[in-house]
């Protein structure tokens, strides 16, 4: 069984920082392509970042202000939030497209529970 656990989530004002991250859990081999999304209640969940290989990618809105980053050695993402506005206010989910352990079995599509992030102007 594979997990991925955020932390780090919490009510910052507006101009403030927060740094997300996210651990897979088990004995894990490789993650590939981990990234952020984030989802109000009732609305889609659209993508933030994504990181695979050193390659990232970050949602047009967001560009600038967030940055990923990984430690492979500790199978965690995370995501450093500057200049947060009140429109980044969100549950921030984490999510790897595959997952691999050391014993050769493969999860793919998985999702984190989410950190809420809270924004006040």
């Known amino acids: 069984q594979v997990q991925l656990v955020e932390s780090g989530g919490g009510l910052v004002q507006a101009g403030g920082s927060l740094n997300l991250s996210c651990t897979a859990s088990g004995s894990i081999r490789s993650a590939d392509l981990m990234g952020w999304y984030r989802q109000e209640p009732g609305q889609q969940r659209p993508l933030v970042t994504i990181s695979r290989s050193g390659v990232t990618k970050y949602a047009d809105s967001v560009k600038g202000r967030f940055t990923i980053s990984r430690d492979n050695a500790k199978n965690t993402v995370y995501l450093q939030m500057n200049s947060l506005k009140p429109e980044d206010t969100s549950t921030y989910y984490c999510?790897?497209?595959?997952?691999?352990?050391?014993?050769?079995?493969?999860?793919?599509?998985?999702w984190g529970r989410g950190t809420l992030v809270t924004v006040s102007a």
């Open positions: 999510h790897a497209n595959r997952i691999t352990l050391a014993d050769g079995r493969e999860y793919l599509e998985v």
